[in-house]
Structures are given as structure tokens and as C-alpha cells.
């Protein structure tokens, strides 16, 4: 037996889905949350899954994860203490950031405090410019008064930060040498953390990453000790915001690369759940109870994004493009001071949560407006300890219906098509304004509350279908299973996209393929197992921002022959018009970087096990007036999911239950069970 | 639900007028709102974020495809959709308030010039502050009309500020100039497309005459395609909610901010403020200009009134009387309801009186490109005046400027000429409960750096350093803002510096009891020698032996500096932002100079 176990760590339960290679069996286990330390939750409840299902610990062959460890210790800001060195002249950059507020209007809003205070940047003496060229050596007598200004501050970690080192990281490799002799120092170096262009961002990333490296360290050991104890042949795979597992080393050196790992889990599962259900092109949306988390996969790939904000602080990170926005089952609906109905993004959270779950809640909720439109059942989810109070829904909502002169019905109706509305701007986000059309996806939600939503979404957009995969609530740890190792290297470099350019690039992508050589050795990846996938970003001469250009994948671990200069500019015009609805024929382009991903299949879980299929028509377990409409309640038919096999089908209208979520089938839209056991809705024109 | 016919009535509020009578028209819409059919609050509010979002993605596609480095780097832009009747309903969240009176200004003299000549697939241009509504010559508007059903309904606006608008100076943005046309190209509203086409003639007209051609004609087209993106996305949402309910949302908008903002003025106690400040010179010799104003509050009515402020001078500090209401509203807005949405009702709610030709209210031929530093000081005695009235929220005086650095020559790498632009930010105001920002673009302007690196990259500059001002910051019991200062050397070439800079010789106040942030200064940096230069320095040329020091102004403390904890003040020592003679002077119950030996 070999089993596979994906745990995903959330802020109530920690999931474990496990699969067996062999016989294709799915083991689901949930166990409470530790938050003080994580790990403990992982490791109990590992031995517990294999003592409920019989699972010998020793024939578990991975574990891969995906951790909220960074997330948390940024929002909560209880990471390491940091020290930074940088180059002389510029030790205030970090605080300046771009000389920005947060809020144009508001006279009390801050960008968030330095995590390095100012009394622990220390300066030295050296300078590289554009080029590069090296126009003052480091000097050392400096570098010697910062590296004693570090030990004496007795700071746990330790950013470095020069000016252009994503061009020649040798002054920082130099210090970060030296800095490697202060005992128990952890050393980040903005080249190696990711070396890209723009100090402040490359700065901010290599300076989170130091912040996280002491809280990582003892979580990764802790978790490695005992991991190694109670499952010795297992190997650890910790899940990246770009995607893909990485090993614990890498993790604890590059802490940072995990601070989205938890939502990106999410788009891989999906991306696993589109694959089965033959659905290349899908936007996902993972409704919780404080917020919703929107993704983009394009042909079964999830979008990748390389600049975004975590808790405040700019991160230049290639990360699973994902866009949060405060909308979900928790969400309070209120009354602007011009009148209007806004719901979010206050959340009412899990405690006291939604004035229905009777544990003193007093606001009304998108929770409630479910109950209060019978969309939600009051006994509860199916398997749910706790029934929902319709009454106190109802109580909460009729002061917002009586301001609205509306009934309490369409006011809670209201209700969900505003916080629908919010989710659609945030799908906005992440398909029309990067040039996708999403009337061409399929609209795919998951988490407890988003199959409850999914259809006012995809009306809005256009969307003509939806699917709803089988277990929408642990999708997270089912993509941690279908998940690739993956490393992904960087080169920045600025060259004219010519014919002459295109040599040189050549050269770049035969250097950068050593390290990604590297890394498949040390990962003990097999030659049949490697992937290498090169992409360019490009931009005209004279702009600032570029596009990723496509230029060749292929698999064996070898770099494939790059394409022309012709072909990589016709690319480029192409997806310049996609962005932006215009391209220029004739201006020149160049390279800003190059990045090459180096990716290892560990699971192949395709060709998984027929569902059984059935023709007949599934039976309702009850019925109860539904509102669709603020026409009127319609008298609907509520299934238990679980009785459902392939093939059936159901036209709405429907209530769907299933142990950890409610999908809503609104009339004459038609459902069909696909062989995936995914709910696969066609919505009517 | 979406589908309602509602019939519309064309309000009397429509119009776009600087000199709104608050109070009187409020009454009319209100009837007009009870008549209307059923498009209920939340409709409005689904819609709203349907606007907001259209003018969010054309924002985002203006920044990611335009050249100029104020652009793309640094966010110097604005998007947003107004009606057929010119009205403001909505805008990008990132948009600049002095950009958004340009666009306001643009629709009065479009619509005025080019009644029932508009047609699908024109696109309107212009700058020019004196006969086409905008604030200053580099900031070039564009606006689509949007068409459903063959009836004009809406325009999609843009405005950005281009690296350079030809005139005297490279940048066109240096102090010294003492009329519009030294300024750069004088744009009246015309169409750059007329049905679709394009007015090649024009283009070809506006390229020759600014620096950089090549890339400012990427910049006007990227501006062209965001309008047009704008207007595909407007109609697709007129196409789902249908004309009728659309126009009255559009009202209902509209309305509802008003009465928001008129709720929030309310909550000042009626009575009469006045303020009073200078603004340190104007580059051509007027010094100390006043800048006064008296605000009249009663109930929900504010009339912002401006006499006893100076004449426009000669320099170029003037700013238009749409510029001023941007000032005067920003503040407001900040002041009461920083979350209030920005559209025609904002604008409508308050009165504002300046006469023309006064530093404020500036007419032909004022020259105005470095009007953000005036706006700043409105901001500053705004605020100033109704500190009495509302102390919890009230500030220092910030930095007060709009510190603007160009650096232009010719790369001796290429052989191309180059313009730099920058504007600094610099200290914000000690606040009631905490210290003031440091470093960071204040008020009206929120735009970003450019970073060392793209500098370097771009230009043949090398930056020396980039920090705070030791010792900028007011002292107070929330002490003001530092100020930045930045180093910058030519490399193997001479180039010419301008800049403008204000509270260069007045500092910027502090409030109850606070006090005054330090004064800004550009100075050039010999091998031997240093020299102070003036504050709005023009042509200066920076030889490859020397380097050119901006150091923006601080900002003003918020009460009084005995009343400062010992534990900011420690703060304001470990820190190393204060020096020992800093602290000693003004906190020398908690602080001691070491005795000298």
C-alpha cells in the first residue's frame, strides 16, 4: 500500500484527504485546529486518520501541505526580529516604500511600520549601478561596522539589501557570507529571496522573508521531528503561493514563498477538479465566512501573478494570482450614510458569527439572508451539529426590510445579489482587466458558502455554467495530493528582442537550466518525471510593465529550442492586445526577465475509478418554499448529495445538501452528475 | 427587476457650476426621487460598483500601457464616467482630485463648444486652464462620448499627466515662466478622432511640439484605447440595465452624495472661520502672497470664500477656480466623510466665492503649471480654519508643496535627449492621536516614486541617497512629518535642472500649541562648493562634477511639544530621525544636552 496525505490547515479544521495509488481508495479526515502550533494538529491527526482507516503510518509515502504559518505570523505580525544592511544612503528606502498613503482621503491611515526599525538598517559602503557595474567596491571597514551593529542589535534574522543586486548579487553574497558567522542568524539575500528589478519591492520581499525565517524554522522542525517518528518513509512537500510542493529546506530558506499557500492549494485543486470534468477554462470563487478567494485557470493552468500586497507589504513573488475580496457567509449587511445597502467587508466571523447560529449576533448576515430565502436549511449542513435559528434570521433582518420598505424576503434577496455583486468585481479583476472574457469559463465555487452564490455570479458575468466539485469544502487538501513539485528561477536581464537578442537569451536560459538541474538533483526528481516550461516578460522599449510571454515547455528535464525572435513578438502582440486592445506593429521590444520553471508529476491521478451511474431521477428528502425572486417563494425539492450518481439529472428548481456545503439550483436551470461526481449546471438563457 | 421602465426627469441640478447655492436646490431632486419608479437601493448600489469597477479597469490599462515614466511608475492619472450633461457620477479609487476638476472643467466647454455635434466614436482632447477647464498644460485630457440606443448618455474620461507638453522648459513644469504660452501647447477642446478616424493632422501637430515624440504618442494612445475600453464597457452595462433606469441612477447618485455631504457639513457648528497663510514666492520676484479665507457654515450650507486672498501673480503658481474647488472639496471630504463617494454631488454641496483673477481663481493669461503647490496651501488653510471646529481631525500644515524636480539633457549613451521627472513628497501633519507621516505625498497628490533603480536605468543619473530630513519634523505632542531628500549626480555629462518647491522660507505650522516643520531647499553641490538655489529654480545646469540635493519641507506638530511622552521621545532619539540639539530644544524637561567638555 502506498498512500498519499494532503493536509490543509484552516482557522477551525485541519483536512486530510488521503489517497491510495494502488487500489485508488479516498480516505477524508478532519480533526480541530491547533493555532499555537500547527504542526501538532498535522502530526495527531496523521496518526489518528491511520488509526481510523487502518493505515499503516510506514506505507505513507508523502505528505504535502499547505500552510497559513507565514499568513498568520504577517497578519498578526509575530515573525522573527530582522536586521537589514544596505547600501549606503538608503537605509530609510524601506520606510519611504513608494511615498504612498494607503488612503488618499483619509488624514489617519499608515502604510504598515518597517519590520526592520530604523535603529536596525545599518549602511555600508559599496555601490553598483545600471549595467551593472560595480562603481564603488564594498568597503570593508563598513561591512565590519554592520556586521557588529547586526550581532549587537541581537536581532534572529537578517535582510540584505543592495541597490541593483538583481543584476550582480555579489556584494550581497559577499555580506551575506559574512553575516553567515554571527551564530544562529538567519540571512535573506534580496538576490536569492527573488532577484527582480525595483529595489523597494525586492527589498520588502527579501525583508518579509527574513521576518518569517525564525517562525518557519521551528515549525519545519518541529513538524520534520515528528513526521520523521511516527511516518519515517514519508517525504514533506510544503505547498507554494505559486503552486507546486517544495521541500522542507527550501521552505525554510524561502519562508515567503509560502505566504498564499492556502488559497493556492484551493486553485489547484480546482485545476484538478477542471481536468476530470474535461473543463480547461474555469474561474473559481472559494466563499468562507469572512472573504471570497477568485481565480483564473486558463487550459487547466492556474493565472500567475508576480506583485501583490500580503498584510500590507508588497511581495514581488510569482503567486497564484489570486484576488480576496470581503464578502462571504459572515458578511454584514449595513446602511451607508447616503442610504445605501453595503454588505462587507465587517465580518460577523464564527463567533458570534450570523445572528442564526444563536450565539449573540445581532447583525444580519449573508448567512441569514440564505435562511431567510430557505436557501440554507434550518436543520443545518447535512452532518452539521448545529441547527440554524430562522427566527432570529428573520429578526435581524426586518429593520434593513422596513427601511427599504421591502418584505424581509426580498430584502434579504437584495442582500445576496449585493454581496454577488462584490464577488463579480473581484471576478472582474482577475479576468477582464488582465484581457480574459469570462462569458468563455466555467464558473467553479467551492468552500461551505460558494455553491450557494454561484449562480447570481455567473448570471452577472455571463457565465453559462457552472460546476460544483464533490467535496467543495476540502478542495484545498485534495489539490495538495494532484500537486508537482516545483521550483521557479529567474533571470533579469534587459535586451532588445531581436535576432542578435534572442542568442543571448539562449545563453541566459542555458545558465539558468544548471540551477534548475541542480534542483531536480537534489530533489531526486527522475529524468521521466521533469518538466521545464521557459517563459519570457516582455514589453515595448519605453514601458514599465511587462507581459508574460509563453516561449517553450517541454518535458525530460532538457530545454527545448526557443523560438524565433518572429514568433516571440508575434506572441507578444498578441497578448498585448488581449491586455490592452492595441499593439504597435513596428515599435521595438525587449526582455526585462526570463523565468524558467522546473516542475516534477509525483502523483498521477489520472484514469481515477467509474463512478457508479444510474438514469433514474434522484429523490428529494423534503421540500420547503424556496425564494428565487422577489416574485415569490417557489416550492422546491431538497436533495442529499450524497445519494447522487453519475449520469442523473435534475432541473431546477433544487436545494442540493451535502455534508459540508449547499449548492442552490435555481428553476429551469439543468444539473447534471458528471462521472467525476462533480455537479456539472447548465443555466437557462 | 433590472428591466423597469422608469420615465426620466431631467433635474435642474445637471448642470456643472463651480458656484453651487447648496441649500436651494436640494428640495427639487427630492421630489423628483419620490416620483421615480422602482429603482430601489440596492440596484443603485449594484450598479455603483459596476461604474466603480469600469472606471478601476480603464485606470489599470491607462497605467500598464502608457509611456511616460509619471504614468506608469508613478500613477499620475485619473479615470472616470460622467453624464451626457457633464455631472461627475464615478470614478477609478485611485484618481487624483486635482485631475478629477480638470475632467469636470473639460465637459463645461466640450458641451458648450460642440452641442448636438457629437458623434459615436469621437474622442475629445485638450489641456488648455483658460478655455478648456483644465488645471495645468501637461495634464492632457481625452473623453468618448458612449451611445445607447443612438442617444448620447454618458462620456468616459481620462486624464494623464505627460513627461512634457513642449514650452520653455523641458517637462514644462518649471518654475520661472510668467504666461500660459511659455508653459507649452495650448490645446482648446477639439477632436482628436472624429467618428472613429483619426485627426492625423492634429496628432502630427501636438507631436512637434513636445519633447520626446516618440513616446508621448504611445502615451496618447494609450489614453485613446483606455477611453475606448471605457465606452465598451458602459455600454455593455446600459445594455443589461436598459437607458431609463441607468440616467435615473446616474440621478440618484448624484443626489444621495449630496445630501451625504450636506449631513457631514452639518455636524460643523454653524459659525464663521477664517484662516490666513502665505505662500512663499512665486519665482519671479512677488514674495509672501497671501492665501485667505473666511468659511460661513450654517446647517448643511458651507460657502468657502476666498477674498483678501492675493491677484494671480506672474509666476506660475496660480491656480484655476476649478482647481481650488478640487482643494476645497479634497479637504472637506477628508475632513468629514473620507469614505463619501467623489461625483457631482460632492462638488455640488459646497459654495465656494473667489474672484476672478485672484491667485485662485487665475484667468488668461495666468501661467499655472505649478498649481499643486497653491491647492496645497488651500488644503493647508482649509484645514487650518476649521481646526477649532473640528480638533479631533484636524492637522498640522504638511509639507505644503508639491516638491518638483526635472533633470533634462542629452544620454551621452544614446545620443537621445531625456527628461526626469519627480515629485517628492515630504511630512504630514501631526495628528491628534499620532505623530505625522514622514516622507509621503500628502493631500491632493498621492503619487509614487520612481525607484533608484528605474532611474538609473533609464536616465544617465546616479541617485547618492535617498532619506529623511534629520530634525524636518515639527515638535509637538504628535510630532510632524520628516521631510525627503534625495542626492542625484549627472554621470558623464552636464544636464539642466528646474524645480519648484514651496515653505522654502515659511514653515510649515503646527496646530494647538504644535511646532513648525523645516523648511525645504534645493541646493547644488560642488566638489569644493555648495549653493543654495532659489526655490522654483529654472535652466540651472548641473555639470558631471557636481551633484543636485532636494530636500522637501517637514510638517507641523499637533500640540503642545511639552506634553510629548517620554516614550515617543526616546522613540524620536533611538531612532536616529532627531538629533541630541533637536531634542534638547524642544523637549528640555525630558532631554539634556551632554554638558560641553
Not at chain 1, 586 to 602: C, F
Not at chain 1, 673 to 683: E, F, H, M, Q, T
Not at chain 2, 171 to 183: C, F, P, R, V
Not at chain 2, 564 to 569: F, K, M, N, P, T
Request: hydrophobic share 40%; aromatic share 6%; with cysteine.
Amino acid at each position: 500500500m502506498t498512500w498519499l496525505v494532503g493536509v490543509d490547515v484552516g482557522g477551525t479544521f485541519t483536512d486530510f484527504f488521503a489517497y491510495e495509488t494502488g487500489s485508488r481508495q479516498v480516505r477524508l479526515f478532519k480533526t480541530p485546529s491547533t493555532p499555537k502550533n500547527p504542526a501538532s494538529a498535522i502530526a495527531d491527526g496523521l496518526l489518528a486518520l491511520c488509526k481510523e482507516f487502518d493505515i499503516s503510518p510506514s506505507d505513507i509515502e508523502r505528505v504535502s501541505h499547505g500552510t497559513t504559518v507565514a499568513t498568520n505570523a504577517l497578519i498578526q505580525r509575530r515573525g522573527g526580529t530582522v536586521a537589514v544592511i544596505t547600501t549606503k544612503g538608503f537605509r530609510d528606502l524601506l520606510e519611504i516604500g513608494r511615498q504612498t498613503r494607503p488612503h488618499l482621503y483619509s488624514f489617519q491611515q499608515d502604510q504598515p511600520a518597517p519590520l526592520a526599525p530604523r535603529n536596525r538598517r545599518f549602511e555600508i559602503a559599496e555601490r553598483i549601478t545600471a549595467g551593472p557595474a560595480i562603481i564603488e567596491p564594498i568597503d570593508q571597514a563598513s561591512l565590519e561596522k554592520a556586521i557588529e551593529d547586526v550581532k549587537q542589535s541581537g536581532v534572529e534574522a537578517c535582510a540584505v539589501c543592495l541597490l541593483f543586486s538583481f543584476l550582480d548579487g555579489s556584494h550581497e553574497r559577499a555580506v551575506g557570507e559574512a553575516l553567515s558567522k554571527v551564530d544562529g542568524l538567519s540571512v535573506s539575500l534580496s538576490s536569492e529571496v527573488q532577484p527582480e528589478f525595483r529595489e523597494y519591492e525586492r527589498f520588502s520581499t527579501a525583508v518579509l522573508n527574513a521576518y518569517l525565517q525564525p517562525v518557519m524554522h521551528r515549525y519545519l522542525t518541529f513538524l520534520e521531528d515528528r513526521l520523521r517518528a511516527d511516518a519515517p518513509g514519508a517525504k514533506v512537500g510544503i505547498y507554494q503561493s505559486s503552486g507546486g510542493l517544495m521541500s522542507i529546506d527550501t521552505a525554510r530558506k524561502f519562508p515567503v514563498r509560502t505566504a498564499l499557500s492556502g488559497p493556492a492549494a484551493g486553485a489547484v485543486g480546482a485545476v484538478y477538479m477542471s481536468r476530470l470534468s474535461s473543463e480547461p477554462d474555469v474561474i473559481t470563487v472559494d466563499v468562507g465566512g469572512t472573504s471570497a478567494d477568485v481565480a483564473l485557470i486558463r487550459n487547466y493552468e492556474a493565472g500567475i501573478s508576480f506583485n501583490r500586497d500580503v498584510a500590507g507589504f508588497p511581495v514581488r513573488l510569482p503567486m497564484v494570482d489570486i484576488h480576496t475580496v470581503g464578502a462571504g457567509g459572515g458578511s454584514i449587511a449595513w446602511f451607508d450614510r447616503d442610504g445605501l445597502l453595503k454588505v462587507g467587508p465587517t465580518s460577523a466571523g464564527a463567533d458570534p458569527g450570523p445572528a442564526c447560529y444563536r450565539r449573540g449576533g445581532t447583525n444580519a448576515t449573508v448567512t441569514d439572508a440564505n435562511l431567510a430565502t430557505g436557501r440554507l436549511s434550518a436543520k443545518g449542513l447535512i452532518g452539521g451539529r448545529m441547527p440554524l435559528d430562522i427566527e432570529a434570521s428573520r429578526n435581524v433582518l426586518a429593520p434593513i426590510a422596513e427601511k427599504l420598505n421591502f418584505s424581509i424576503e426580498r430584502a434579504a434577496l437584495g442582500i445576496l445579489d449585493i454581496v454577488s455583486a462584490n464577488m463579480v468585481r473581484a471576478i472582474r479583476t482577475i479576468s477582464v482587466e488582465r484581457g480574459h472574457d469570462p462569458r468563455n469559463y466555467c464558473l467553479l465555487p467551492f468552500g461551505g458558502a460558494g455553491p450557494l452564490h454561484a449562480t447570481e455570479i455567473a448570471r452577472s458575468l455571463g457565465i453559462s455554467k457552472i460546476l460544483v466539485p464533490a467535496a467543495p469544502g476540502i478542495l484545498c487538501a485534495q489539490g495538495l495530493i494532484a500537486s508537482d513539485m516545483k521550483d521557479d528561477f529567474v533571470r533579469s536581464a534587459r535586451m532588445r528582442l531581436d535576432d542578435a537578442g534572442m542568442a543571448t537569451i539562449g545563453d541566459l536560459a542555458a545558465d539558468v537550466m544548471i540551477d534548475a538541474a541542480k534542483w531536480f538533483d537534489s530533489e531526486s526528481i527522475e529524468p521521466h518525471q521533469r518538466r521545464i516550461s521557459l517563459s519570457l516578460d516582455v514589453r515595448y522599449v519605453g514601458q514599465n510593465f511587462e507581459l508574460p510571454v509563453h516561449a517553450v515547455s517541454g518535458p525530460g528535464g532538457k530545454l527545448p529550442v526557443i523560438p524565433k525572435a518572429k514568433e516571440i513578438r508575434r506572441r507578444f502582440l498578441d497578448i498585448h492586445t488581449q491586455f490592452y486592445g492595441f499593439c504597435s506593429e513596428t515599435d521595438p521590444i525587449e526582455l526585462v526577465n526570463l523565468r524558467l520553471t522546473a516542475s516534477a508529476k509525483i502523483t498521477d491521478l489520472t484514469g481515477t475509478s467509474k463512478a457508479k451511474t444510474s438514469t433514474q431521477k434522484p429523490k428529494p428528502i423534503a421540500r420547503r418554499p424556496v425564494w428565487f425572486s422577489a416574485d415569490g417563494p417557489v416550492d422546491t425539492p431538497i436533495y442529499d448529495r450524497a445519494t447522487f450518481l453519475a449520469g442523473q439529472k435534475i432541473v431546477g428548481p433544487a436545494i442540493i445538501d451535502q455534508f459540508d456545503s449547499t449548492t442552490v439550483l435555481h428553476p429551469r436551470d439543468v444539473l447534471t452528475v458528471d462521472s467525476a461526481l462533480n455537479l456539472s449546471i447548465r443555466l437557462s438563457k | 427587476m433590472k428591466r423597469t421602465k422608469a420615465s426620466l426627469r431631467k433635474k435642474s441640478a445637471g448642470k456643472v457650476k463651480v458656484k453651487a447655492a447648496a441649500g436651494k436646490k436640494a428640495a427639487a431632486p427630492k421630489a423628483a426621487a419620490k416620483k421615480a419608479a422602482s429603482v430601489d437601493p440596492i440596484t443603485i448600489e449594484i450598479v455603483g460598483n459596476g461604474l466603480r469597477s469600469i472606471a478601476d479597469e480603464t485606470f489599470i490599462a491607462l497605467m500598464k500601457s502608457a509611456y511616460s515614466t509619471n504614468i506608469k511608475e508613478r500613477k499620475d492619472h485619473s479615470t472616470a464616467i460622467c453624464d451626457a450633461s457633464g455631472r461627475l457620477i464615478a470614478q477609478a479609487e485611485a484618481s487624483l482630485p486635482v485631475h478629477i476638476a480638470s475632467m469636470t472643467g473639460l465637459m463645461k466647454h466640450l458641451l458648450a463648444d460642440y452641442a448636438g455635434k457629437i458623434n459615436k466614436g469621437d474622442i475629445f482632447i485638450a489641456n488648455d486652464p483658460h478655455v478648456a477647464g483644465g488645471t495645468h498644460l501637461p495634464d492632457i485630457n481625452m473623453a468618448i462620448p458612449v451611445f445607447h440606443e443612438d442617444k448620447l448618455v454618458a462620456f468616459m474620461c481620462n486624464i494623464a499627466h505627460h513627461a512634457d507638453v513642449g514650452g520653455m522648459f523641458p517637462g514644462s513644469m518649471a518654475g520661472g515662466m510668467a504666461e500660459i504660452y511659455q508653459e507649452g501647447l495650448r490645446v482648446p477642446v477639439i477632436k482628436l478622432f472624429s467618428k472613429g478616424e483619426l485627426n492625423d493632422d492634429i496628432l502630427k501637430l501636438i507631436l512637434l511640439n513636445v519633447r520626446v515624440p516618440q513616446e508621448r504618442r504611445g502615451d496618447y494612445f494609450a489614453q485613446v484605447a483606455a477611453c475606448r475600453l471605457g465606452e465598451r464597457r458602459l455600454v455593455e452595462l446600459f445594455e443589461a440595465y436598459q437607458t431609463g433606469p441607468m440616467l435615473k441612477i446616474f440621478d440618484e447618485i448624484v443626489h444621495r452624495t449630496r445630501k451625504r455631504m450636506q449631513a457631514a457639513i452639518e455636524r460643523i457648528p454653524d459659525g464663521t472661520y477664517t484662516f490666513e497663510d502665505v505662500m512663499d514666492d512665486d519665482g519671479l520676484g512677488t514674495t509672501n502672497i497671501p492665501v485667505k479665507v473666511h468659511i460661513e457654515v450654517r446647517g448643511s450650507a458651507i460657502k468657502v470664500d476666498f477674498k483678501g486672498t492675493a491677484r494671480q501673480v506672474k509666476g506660475n503658481i496660480n491656480t484655476t477656480l476649478n482647481a481650488t474647488q478640487a482643494a476645497v472639496c479634497y479637504t472637506l471630504k477628508s475632513l468629514l466623510d473620507p469614505e463619501i463617494p467623489n461625483n457631482q454631488g460632492m462638488l455640488d454641496a459646497v459654495e465656494l466665492v473667489a474672484e476672478s483673477g485672484t491667485l485662485v481663481s487665475s484667468v488668461f493669461p495666468a501661467p499655472v503649471a505649478a498649481r499643486a503647490n497653491t491647492c496645497q496651501r488651500i488644503v493647508d488653510v482649509v484645514v487650518g480654519a476649521l481646526a477649532s471646529a473640528l480638533p479631533l481631525v484636524a492637522v498640522g500644515a504638511a509639507n505644503g508643496a508639491n516638491t518638483t524636480a526635472v533633470f533634462a539633457g542629452i544620454d551621452p549613451r544614446s545620443g537621445q535627449s531625456y527628461v526626469y521627472l519627480e515629485t517628492l513628497g515630504g511630512g504630514f501633519g501631526g495628528r491628534a492621536s499620532k505623530d505625522g507621516t514622514d516622507g509621503v505625498q500628502v493631500h491632493i497628490t498621492n503619487t509614487s516614486n520612481l525607484p533608484v533603480e528605474a532611474i538609473e536605468t533609464e536616465y544617465p543619473l546616479l541617485v547618492e541617497s535617498y532619506s529623511l530630513v534629520e530634525d524636518s519634523g515639527g515638535a509637538g505632542k504628535f510630532r510632524g512629518g520628516m521631510g525627503l531628500r534625495r542626492v542625484i549626480r549627472p554621470i558623464g555629462h552636464d544636464c539642466t535642472f528646474n524645480g519648484a518647491l514651496e515653505r522654502a522660507v515659511n514653515r510649515p505650522w503646527g496646530i494647538f500649541g504644535g511646532g513648525p516643520g523645516a523648511v525645504g531647499r534645493f541646493m547644488l553641490i560642488g566638489p569644493s562648493d555648495e549653493t543654495l538655489l532659489a526655490a522654483k529654480p529654472s535652466g540651472v545646469t548641473v555639470t558631471a562634477g557636481e551633484k543636485l540635493m532636494i530636500e522637501s519641507p517637514g510638517a507641523g506638530g499637533y500640540g503642545n511639544a511639552s506634553e510629548r511622552s517620554a516614550e515617543l521621545v526616546e522613540q524620536d532619539r533611538s531612532s536616529g530621525k532627531f538629533s541630541a540639539t533637536f531634542l534638547a530644544q524642544n523637549y528640555p524637561a525630558m532631554v539634556q544636552l551632554p554638558k560641553a567638555s
